[in-house]
């Protein structure tokens, strides 16, 4: 049996994110128009070579997490909390770089993607752990 405190929590989280989830549902549609238009414009180094890697990691947190939706307590959402999906996402990018660096594909290393890859992660694991605990 759920106790009312339980209740009132799970009530609490529910509301929150419902009031979120426009805001994440825009900021889901920034952050892939940026990403996939890294592939038809070319404005510079930075552009080219990292614009993808710090929102492609940042734009599937949100997916992932489901945050650009009505709240759901299933299976899904219960497995992918903040954290496991900062981490799942981390080891992944990480994984890549490492096997880059090991040469097993025709690609290039590039110590500064792990930085990408964290760079607006991590802002968005902090402000969705706020957001969840309200």
Do not use: C, K
């Not at 892939?32 to 990292?50: E, I, M, P, Q």
């Not at 930085?115 to 752990?129: E, Q």
């Amino acid at each position: 049996m759920i106790s009312n405190s339980s209740l009132s929590a799970l009530e609490g989280r529910h509301q929150r994110h419902d009031r979120a989830a426009p805001y994440w549902a825009a900021t889901l549609v920034v952050l892939g128009a940026t990403g996939v238009s890294t592939t038809f414009l070319s404005l510079g180094a930075f552009w080219d070579g990292y614009v993808l890697d710090i929102t492609g990691p940042a734009w599937n947190y949100i997916l992932f997490r489901r945050l650009f939706h009505g709240y759901a307590d299933d299976a899904w959402t219960r497995f992918f909390t903040p954290t496991r999906t900062l981490l799942i996402f981390l080891v992944v990018a990480f994984g890549i770089e490492f096997i880059q660096y090991l040469e097993l594909y025709d690609s290039t290393f590039d110590p500064w993607d792990l930085v990408a890859y964290i760079f607006l992660l991590l802002p968005l694991y902090v402000v969705d752990s706020m957001v969840r605990r309200g």
